[in-house]
C-alpha cells in the first residue's frame, strides 16, 4: 500500500467549537508532514448512516494511502470496539459502528485498536483516531496497531434483497437539495428499469427515469442516476424529499419489463 501522509476527517462536530482543531493540532504534533482535508463536520449529530454515505462520496477520490478519519460516534466511551480499515489501497480509521461499511470490498480487512488508558471518555477523535491516523502517517501498519477482526459492523440499509427475481433496494440518504438517493445502480439490472415504486402513499408509479434534470419542466419530478452512480428520486428545482414524504430506509421497488 502506497504511503501517503495525507488525511481526511468526517465528523459531526460542525465548526462553531474547537473540537475538529484540537483533531487538527494532535495530527499537526505527531506527524507535522501530513496534509489534513476536510470532507464534511456538517454531518447530522450521531447519524452514522449519514456519516457512512457522506464519506462514501468522497473518499474514493483521494490517492492510494490517504487514510480517513470518521468520528460520528453515539457510543463513544461504551464497550464498542474501535477501527482501522484497510481496503482498496486506503485507511479509514474510527469506531466500529458501521461507519466505514461502504470500505469493505474484496480485499477489505479491520483492525481493533485499543484505546489508551488516558484518553477521554467522550473524544476518541482527538486522543484515539487522530494519534492513529498519525501514526499511520509516519509509516507504521495497521497490522503494528491492532489486531485484525472478522465482525465489523456493518449497516444493513446498504443490503439488497431480491424477492421472486424482482430487486428491491433503499433509500439511503436524502441529500440537501431533497433529493432521495438510493442503493440501486444500473449496474443491478439486466435491462433498464422502466421506473420505481417506493413504499410510500403519494408517490407516483409513473415517474419518468431521465439523464437530466432538464429533460422535465420545472417543478416536476423525475428519476436519474445521479453523480455517484446510484438511482435517486428528484423534483427540479425542488424538495422530492418533502415533497412526496420519503424518508431514508423505505423500500424501492424496481419496474421491470417482464
Known amino acids: 500500500m502506497t504511503r501517503s501522509p495525507l488525511i481526511t476527517l468526517t465528523t459531526d462536530f460542525g465548526d462553531s467549537d474547537g473540537y475538529v482543531g484540537a483533531m487538527k493540532g494532535v495530527i499537526a504534533g505527531l506527524c507535522p508532514a501530513a496534509r489534513v482535508w476536510d470532507i464534511s463536520h456538517s454531518v447530522p449529530p450521531q447519524d452514522v448512516i449519514a456519516g457512512s454515505y457522506i464519506l462514501s462520496q468522497a473518499a474514493p477520490y483521494f490517492p492510494d494511502g490517504a487514510i480517513h478519519v470518521g468520528v460520528i460516534d453515539p457510543g463513544v466511551g461504551s464497550d ?50 487522530a494519534p492513529t491516523a498519525a501514526r499511520l502517517a509516519n509509516g507504521e501498519t495497521a497490522a503494528d496497531l491492532g489486531e485484525a477482526i472478522d465482525d465489523p459492523v456493518m449497516l444493513a440499509i446498504w443490503e439488497k434483497e431480491r424477492e421472486g427475481g424482482e430487486i428491491i433496494g433503499r433509500v439511503i440518504h436524502i441529500d440537501r437539495f431533497g433529493n432521495a438517493i438510493t442503493n440501486l445502480t444500473p449496474e443491478d439490472f439486466e435491462k433498464p428499469p422502466l421506473g420505481f415504486s417506493i413504499d410510500r ?27 455517484y452512480g446510484r438511482y435517486e428520486l428528484s423534483v427540479r428545482e425542488g424538495h422530492a424529499a418533502g415533497r412526496f414524504g420519503v424518508e431514508r430506509g423505505d423500500r424501492v421497488h424496481a419496474l421491470l419489463d417482464q
Open 80 to 129: 464498542r470496539r474501535s477501527l482501522i480499515v484497510t481496503s482498496g489501497g486506503r485507511y479509514y480509521v474510527g469506531p466500529d459502528n458501521g461507519l466505514f461499511t461502504f470500505a469493505f470490498g474484496p480485499d477489505a480487512t479491520a483492525y481493533r485498536i485499543e484505546t489508551p488508558m488516558e484518553a477521554s471518555s467522550t473524544f476518541h477523535g482527538r486522543d484515539l483516531y
Open 201 to 227: 402513499h403519494g408517490v407516483p408509479r409513473q415517474i419518468p427515469i431521465k439523464r437530466t434534470y432538464a429533460e422535465v419542466e420545472i417543478g416536476n419530478a423525475l428519476w436519474l442516476v445521479g453523480s
